[in-house]
C-alpha cells in the first residue's frame, strides 16, 4: 500500500521514519482485510480498524495523541479547572447515588489525577476509580500520569478490561462518543448508498453501493424527519447508540455523563452540512482525508445527540440534563474555581484565564461541545443543568 499524501495533505507536518514505517503496516492490513471482504469495506468498518486494531491503531499504538505534543488538545489538557469544576457536579451526585466512578476512555490519565485530587481537597474522594481503557499504551501512559501527578491516590485507581455486569455511581465519558465508527451515507437522486473503501492504485478510494438492511431504513427514516434532499453526504451512527444503551441496561442507579461534541438531530442534519462532519487531526492540523496516515491520526465525527438520548431512554433511562459546555461549567461554579486563583498572581492566574476562556468561549469549545446526562432512579435536579437547560431542542 502507498500512504504518500496528496495533494490535499501535503503540507501536513512529516512524521519519522518509523511512524511512516508503521503506518504503511497498518495500511496494508486494512488492505488486506478489504480484499478478504470481497474488495469493499465500509467506512465504519475502516474506521474502526483505523483508530483500534491492535498494536497497530491510532488509539492502539505508541504515537503521543494529547496535548501539545500530540495532535489535539482536549479538555481536562488544558487546565485543572476543568476536571475542578466538573469535580462539583460528582460531588452531587455521589449524593445521589453510590460514590463510584468508572472513566470511559481514560486519555492521558489527566482527567483521572486533576480529578482526584479536587475530590480529595473536597474530602469526597469516591469509594472506587475504574477506568475502562482497552490500549494498554493508553494504559501505561494514564498509569504514569497519575503516579506523576497524584502518587498518592494511585492505589485508589484501577483499570478494567470490559465493561461490567451491573454498575451503581457515575459512568464518565469525556470526548469518547466522537471515535466510534460510523457508516456513511450518500443520499442521491437514484437512492440511497453507503459509502465504504476499496483499494484503486495502490491506494484507498472511496466506493459506493446501494445501503441496505437496517441502515438504509435509519437513512429512509432520517430523510422525511429531517427532509433530507440529495444531493446530501453524512454520517449514521450505530455503534454509539449501541454503546449507550449497552451502558443503559448496565446502570442499576446512577448517571452515564457524556462531554463531546455535536448537535441534535434537526441541526446535525441540517441542509447547510450537506458534507457531513467527519473530520481528522494530525499535529494540531485538522483536514478532511481520512486515508492519510492510517494510524497516525485521528478520525472523528460529531455527535447526534437526538439519537443518544433516544437510546438510552429506549433502555429505561431518563434525560436529566442537555447544554452547552460552556453553560455547564459556569453552572458548577467555574468562575469561583478561577477566583481562587489570585488575579494579582499573573504568572499564575493568566495561564489559567486564557484556559478558562477556551472552555467557555463560543468560538472555541464553549459552544461546540455538549454535555449530556441520562440516569436512572436519580430525583434531584442536577447542579450542571440548573439554567439553560436545552433538553427541548432534542
Known amino acids: ?39 469493499w469495506i465500509g467506512f465504519d468498518r475502516f474506521m474502526e480498524l483505523a483508530l483500534y486494531k491492535p ?25 485543572p479547572t476543568f476536571a475542578q469544576t466538573l469535580a462539583v457536579q460528582l460531588q452531587q451526585l455521589q ?28 474530602r469526597r474522594l469516591p469509594e472506587s476509580y475504574a477506568i475502562l481503557e482497552l490500549s494498554g499504551e493508553l494504559r501505561r501512559r494514564q498509569l504514569d500520569t497519575i503516579a506523576q501527578r497524584a502518587p498518592h491516590l494511585l492505589p485508589r485507581v484501577r483499570w478494567l478490561d470490559e465493561l461490567p455486569g451491573h454498575f451503581s455511581g457515575v459512568v464518565l465519558a ?16 437514484g437512492g440511497i448508498d453507503e459509502r465504504g473503501v476499496t483499494v484503486a492504485g495502490g491506494r484507498f478510494a472511496w466506493a459506493d453501493r446501494p445501503a441496505s438492511g437496517h441502515l438504509l431504513e435509519r437513512a429512509l427514516a432520517l430523510a422525511g424527519e429531517c427532509g433530507i ?16 444503551r449497552q ?11 457524556l462531554i463531546d461534541y455535536g448537535f441534535p438531530r434537526h441541526e446535525y442534519y441540517h441542509p447547510q452540512r450537506a458534507a457531513g462532519t467527519l473530520m481528522c487531526h494530525h499535529r494540531h492540523h485538522a483536514h478532511d482525508d481520512p486515508f492519510y496516515l492510517p494510524g497516525l491520526q485521528d478520525i472523528t465525527l460529531h455527535v447526534d445527540f437526538t439519537a443518544i438520548v433516544d437510546s438510552g431512554c429506549s433502555e429505561g433511562l431518563d434525560l436529566l440534563g442537555y447544554t452547552s459546555q460552556s453553560t455547564f461549567l459556569l453552572n458548577c ?23 478558562v476562556q477556551k472552555l467557555v468561549s463560543p468560538a472555541e469549545m464553549g459552544e461546540l461541545f455538549k454535555v449530556m446526562a441520562l440516569g436512572r432512579r436519580i430525583s434531584k435536579p442536577l447542579c450542571g443543568f440548573r439554567s439553560g437547560d436545552r433538553s427541548a431542542s432534542l
Open 247 to 257: 451502558w443503559a441496561r448496565i446502570l442499576e442507579h446512577g448517571v452515564l455523563l
Open 174 to 189: 469525556n470526548e469518547v462518543l466522537d471515535a466510534m465508527p460510523a457508516h456513511l451515507v450518500r443520499w442521491h437522486a
Open 95 to 122: 449524593t445521589c447515588c453510590a460514590a463510584r466512578l468508572i472513566e470511559v476512555g481514560g486519555g492521558s490519565g489527566r482527567l483521572a489525577s486533576d480529578l482526584l485530587l479536587e475530590l480529595e481537597r473536597q
Open 1 to 39: 500500500m502507498l500512504t504518500r499524501p496528496p495533494a490535499t495533505v501535503a503540507t501536513l507536518p512529516t512524521p519519522s521514519a518509523d511512524a511512516l514505517a508503521a503506518s504503511e503496516a497498518l495500511a496494508s492490513a486494512i488492505a488486506a482485510d478489504i480484499a478478504a471482504a470481497g474488495g
Open 333 to 355: 461554579g467555574l468562575t469561583d474555581i478561577l477566583a481562587r486563583t489570585p488575579a494579582d498572581d499573573p504568572l499564575r492566574y493568566l495561564p489559567l484565564a486564557n484556559a
Open 55 to 79: 498494536g497497530m491503531g491510532y488509539y492502539a499504538g505508541g504515537s503521543r495523541k494529547f496535548g501539545a505534543a500530540g495532535d489535539f488538545v482536549t479538555a481536562p489538557e488544558l487546565s
Open 229 to 244: 434532499r440529495p444531493p446530501y453526504l453524512s454520517e449514521i451512527p450505530l455503534a454509539a447508540p449501541a454503546w449507550v
